[in-house]
Nanobody, 122 residues
Framework: QLQFVESGGGLVQPGGSLRLSCAASGFTLDRSAIGWFRQAPGKEHEGVSCINVRAGITYYADSVKGRFTISRDNAKNTIYLQINSLKPEDTAVYYC???????????????WGQGTQVTVSS
């Protein structure tokens, strides 16, 4: 059974950094595109990044470009999201999921995991 487990969130001050992890089980990550999404309180889910190794595509939303970096470790079957220069508006629950991944966007194709909370506050 396909399952993603997100981790690495926490409370950080503005300007801080976190590395989020998305560990997959029952599924081999290098066979599909994977996206990172977030949901801020009272808002819809937003696709922030995705990676499609087979197509050679990575995508970042304008709001995170230059601050977030997506990567994968096939040996650990894990996708990472390095998030730097955090801003209060980055506060959200972050999720990973299988996704369509294009140069201009991403959309979820799989189900949500439990997510990991990122809170940016001084």
């Amino acid at each position: 059974q396909l399952q993603f487990v997100e981790s690495g969130g926490g409370l950080v001050q503005p300007g801080g950094s976190l590395r989020l992890s998305c560990a997959a089980s029952g599924f081999t990550l290098d066979r599909s595109a994977i996206g990172w999404f977030r949901q801020a309180p009272g808002k819809e889910h937003e696709g922030v990044s995705c990676i499609n190794v087979r197509a050679g595509i990575t995508y970042y939303a304008d709001s995170v470009k230059g601050r977030f970096t997506i990567s994968r470790d096939n040996a650990k079957n894990t996708i990472y999201l390095q998030i730097n220069s955090l801003k209060p508006e980055d506060t959200a629950v972050y999720y990973c999921a299988t996704a369509h991944c294009w140069a201009r966007g991403t959309s979820k194709t799989g189900t949500w995991g439990q997510g990991t909370q990122v809170t940016v506050s001084s």
